[in-house]
């Protein structure tokens, strides 16, 4: 049987001691979604405690690097075509008119200097 663990750092490793040791004969993939190594060395050695010694780690954080990535490509467009989309009959970008001026600060949003 193969387990994928995702844990993040509330983790309480007591938690997973009986389960694992009826499953001694299973496979581990651990997805952390943590960066700190001493909380996951203590995860997988708490895992190996328990006579589990298939332990794998997913590089996490490439795969939610890489799938950002993607998700930037659209982003935009996707986040401006919502200013169409319509609330209670009328468009979300008219719901942010200045009065009197007939400007919609929707679009203000994307005009946003990046500051790193």
């Known amino acids: 049987m193969k387990i994928l663990l ?16 009826k499953h001694k ?11 700190d190594p001493a909380i996951l060395d203590a995860v997988i050695a708490k895992i ?4 589990v ?7 996490s954080a490439q ?5 950002v990535k993607e998700l930037r490509k659209g982003i935009c467009q996707w986040s401006a075509d919502i200013g169409n989309w319509k609330v209670s009959s009328k ?9 009197g001026c007939g400007v919609s600060t929707w679009g203000l ?8």
């Open 48 to 51: 190996h405690s328990c006579g």
């Open 109 to 116: 949003a994307f005009c946003q200097k990046k500051i790193p």
């Open 25 to 35: 004969s299973c496979e581990v993939v651990i997805f952390s979604l943590i960066s």
């Open 91 to 99: 468009a979300v970008k008219d719901w942010f008119l200045l009065p």
């Open 53 to 59: 010694f298939s332990v794998t780690i997913h590089n």
């Open 6 to 21: 995702i844990f993040d750092n509330r983790f309480d490793t007591d938690l997973i001691v009986d389960f694992f040791k």
């Open 63 to 67: 795969t939610i690097s890489d799938y």
